[in-house]
């Protein structure tokens, strides 16, 4: 292994090394009964994409759950509580961009990294009050998913290699790309003010309208709703999500999403993801996936997962397209470190035009403290 491939897994090891004694020094009290926390994670993975014709690999930072850090002020009122959250990602190369011909720079940080800085205010009576930038009420609408496998196998599936562009059967390399013809359509992060409800039963209602405040030369408003669910019976783990999105642009378009995902967790281990999704303006899909949970090692547990995705009318009126994955995810709760790895095939079918089917590997570790 070269230098330049060593030293992203060699810092990892290091940091998960110290992490159990660093824990206790992240986080303050203040003399007012408030606290800073701070927290972040690092996530470098190996990545290799095959089109067909050619490979291209290299190191990436794993955009399914990216390297970032932030800190949390928390602060106790009367009827409940305040808090600022500040949260930024590394700007490290990141999986979904790197494709045939371009690798993105190891490091470059934008301010489109800013993931979070919002302020929140929290009552169990009242509901919950944010403003900032920070989740739209859609965000995780469809991609709640109790398998344990989502740093590299869940259903927002550009997160790996969605810059990567598909080949024809002739073996010409196109303008398709990975994330043209998937994706979950799941809500983002916008510069916003969103209201949560008090849950009820494990159910929460919310409402958010945000803009595009960080990318340059972006005119775009989004309004929308969603429900969200979290709920232990008996011996199953429950959560699940629907929204609506209603995207204006700058330009006149408009992009209008529903979303939904339902998942469930066994105490034997067992679990089933189901989600779906339709871009009233470019196709719909459907998303399902099986998994497995054992304690199978000491150190955490291991989480195994098959999943499969269908949509149709994505790139094109009348196109198809499918994706099978499967991953592996092992923990080492100590270190606070999860070990991962990866497979996804991709096909893409379209009137008149025939593609080669496409696969990715991905492997690596994120450590968290």
């Known amino acids: 292994m070269s230098a330049p491939i060593k030293a992203p897994f060699i810092a990892a090891a290091l940091l998960a ?26 996530d470098p993975a190996y990545l290799s994409f095959d089109d067909g014709v050619s490979t291209k690999d290299g190191i990436v930072d794993n955009t399914n759950s990216n390297s970032r850090m932030g800190i949390w002020f928390r602060q106790p009122t009367d009827s409940g509580e305040f808090a600022i959250n500040l949260e930024t990602s590394f700007g490290l190369r990141p999986s979904a961009a790197m494709t045939q011909g371009f690798t993105p720079d190891a490091a470059n940080w934008r301010r489109t990294n800013i993931r979070k800085v919002e302020a929140i205010w929290k009552s169990d009576r009242y509901g919950t009050f944010f403003l900032g930038q920070g989740s739209m009420s859609s965000d995780s609408a469809a991609n709640k998913d109790l398998s344990g496998t989502t740093l590299v196998l869940y259903n927002s599936i550009p997160d ?10 002739a073996g010409a390399l196109t303008l ?23 849950a009820y039963k494990g159910f929460k209602l919310s409402v958010s309208y945000g803009e595009e405040v960080l990318a340059k030369n972006v005119n775009q408003e ?38 939904g995902s339902f998942s469930a967790l066994h105490d034997s281990g067992w679990n089933v993801t189901v989600a779906a999704g339709d871009r009233r303006e470019t196709g719909h899909y459907v998303y399902g996936k099986i998994g497995y949970q054992a304690d199978w090692l000491a150190a955490g547990k291991t989480a195994l997962a098959i999943d499969y995705y269908s949509g149709q009318d994505k790139t094109s ?22 070990a991962y790895l990866g497979y996804r095939q991709y096909s893409l079918n379209e009137t008149g ?14 450590w968290q403290f």
């Open 17 to 42: 090394a110290t992490s159990t004694s660093a824990l206790a020094e992240f986080r303050w009290e203040t003399s007012g009964g408030g606290s800073f926390q701070f927290y972040g994670q690092f």
């Open 176 to 198: 398709k790309t990975i994330a043209q013809a998937f994706g979950s359509f799941d809500g983002g992060r916008k510069g916003r003010i969103r209201y949560d409800t008090p």
């Open 317 to 338: 009126a009348g196109s198809e397209l499918d994706s099978v994955g499967i991953g592996v995810v092992q923990n080492f709760d100590r270190a606070r470190v999860q």
């Open 222 to 259: 989004v309004t929308d709703v969603g429900i969200h669910y979290a709920r232990q019976i008996g011996a199953y783990k429950l959560a699940g999500g629907l929204a609506y999105s209603h995207n204006e642009f700058g330009n006149g378009t408009k992009r209008r999403d529903t979303i």
């Open 160 to 169: 790996t290699a969605g810059a990567f562009r598909f080949r024809t059967t």
């Open 353 to 366: 035009v025939t593609y080669r089917d496409a696969s990715s590997v991905m492997f690596g570790a994120r």
